[in-house]
């Protein structure tokens, strides 16, 4: 319990952050608080070591050779819509998956409107499992780009990432990869997974404030920019630098956010991801095992734990979500999301569109407590 409540929306934003995160925000605003490239200064110079720095530790988790291919961005939703936009062209093919966030189908479906891109979704299972086969059948002589989530935030579902990259890598197909609910969870190896492009962001599983996001970009795949301007370098030109990751990092960076993720990612490093994700994944077999017994309660996804990030939707028969969740948070102090949590094909897929589910998820600082809590609570509000 954090702050007199028990917080169970880590799939929005992850909360509480590691304590180094605070102090790393708070001190670059302190004293550095300069912009990135804006200068030749001492200050400007340590913010770009700072910059530098993070990068490289985003590429030792990601499995990235050239730290320089990753460009920072806003958020996950930005760096989607940077590649989707950016690397499309009218009259191309795409597939993607019947579990989308709509940070990746509207992107797409802009582009099926503006520039007539052809769409394939590939429906996924009741639980939100996709299967690969079903992507190869699906390739056509004209598809240009394949982008999936790598985890469902509706379900918690963990997708064949593998399986599709290899199809994408024989078939000579760059392969975008949603990352959002999986970066600093999941093990993540871009080369081992064929990922030619991944979007996420700093503020769920990374463990770092809002405002930070990244994309990385393979060698060789080339995207316009989706916004113009200053780089703080290369001024003299009046286009877009074509290096990386300049060309897709225009404007003032969130440089305290930077350090702040800077700060997160030291501490995912030295705690280890693997500790991480046994540790979350311990949480949602007790949440599984706690929720299958109470009498109405219907949970959504893989029945095993292993085969979803910690996040588990349910609904409770003949209540209202959003009743549930307002009486969790009014009458036990216990903060978790109703909705269709922006990925309505996903509920579609699942068959909860009309009434959305309720989602609580776990993070590496949850408890056995907070579990048992919300199990307590789900029970009397079961029995009325």
Not at 54 to 77: V, Y
Not at 227 to 245: K, R
Request: aromatic share 6%; glycine share 10%; proline share 4%.
């Amino acid at each position: 319990m954090k702050g007199g409540f028990i917080y169970l929306n880590n799939a929005a934003t992850s909360f509480p952050k590691p304590k180094e995160v605070y102090r790393a925000v708070m001190d670059y605003m302190r004293h550095l608080g300069v912009s990135l490239g804006r200068g030749t200064d001492s200050l400007t110079v340590a913010a770009e070591r700072l910059a530098y720095s993070t990068r490289e530790l985003l590429a030792s988790l990601f499995g990235i050779k050239d730290p320089l291919r990753i460009a920072f961005t806003f958020n996950a939703t930005h760096a989607l819509n940077i590649a989707i936009k950016g690397f499309l062209k009218g009259g191309e093919h795409v597939i993607t998956t019947s579990m989308e966030h709509n940070a990746v189908w509207r992107p797409l479906k802009y582009l099926e409107r503006t520039m007539g891109i052809e769409l394939t979704v590939i429906q996924c299972d009741g639980e939100g499992r996709l299967n690969p086969m079903e992507v190869e059948r699906h390739i056509r002589r004209n598809t240009r780009l394949i982008v999936m989530t790598h985890a469902s935030n509706v379900t918690g579902t963990i997708m064949p990432i593998c399986d599709v990259g290899e199809i994408a890598r024989r078939h000579g197909i760059p392969f975008l990869v949603d990352a959002a609910q999986s970066a600093g969870i999941l093990p993540i190896d871009v080369d081992e997974m064929n990922i030619d492009m991944l979007a996420f962001t700093g503020h769920k599983g990374l463990l770092g404030p809002h405002g930070i996001g990244g994309l990385y970009v393979r060698e060789g795949i080339d995207i316009e920019p989706l916004i113009h301007g200053g780089t703080g370098s290369h001024s003299h030109l009046e286009e877009q630098p074509p290096e990386m990751p300049e060309r897709i990092e225009a404007g003032t960076l969130n440089m305290p956010a930077i350090a702040g993720l800077n700060a997160a990612i030291g501490f995912l490093m030295r705690y280890g991801i693997d500790r991480v994700r046994q540790r979350e994944l311990a949480l949602t077999e007790l949440m599984l095992r706690e929720l299958s017994r109470l009498n109405g309660v219907r949970i959504f996804g893989p029945k095993s734990a292993c085969e979803r990030v910690g996040i588990v939707s349910f609904t409770i028969d003949g209540l209202d979500c959003g009743e549930v969740a307002m009486r969790l948070e009014r009458q036990f102090g216990i903060i978790v999301r109703w909705g269709l949590h922006c990925a309505p094909m996903a509920h579609r897929t699942i068959g909860t569109f009309e009434t959305g589910t309720i989602r609580a998820s776990v993070s590496l600082f949850n408890t056995e407590k907070d579990v048992l809590a919300l199990a307590t609570a789900l029970r009397k509000i079961c029995r009325g």
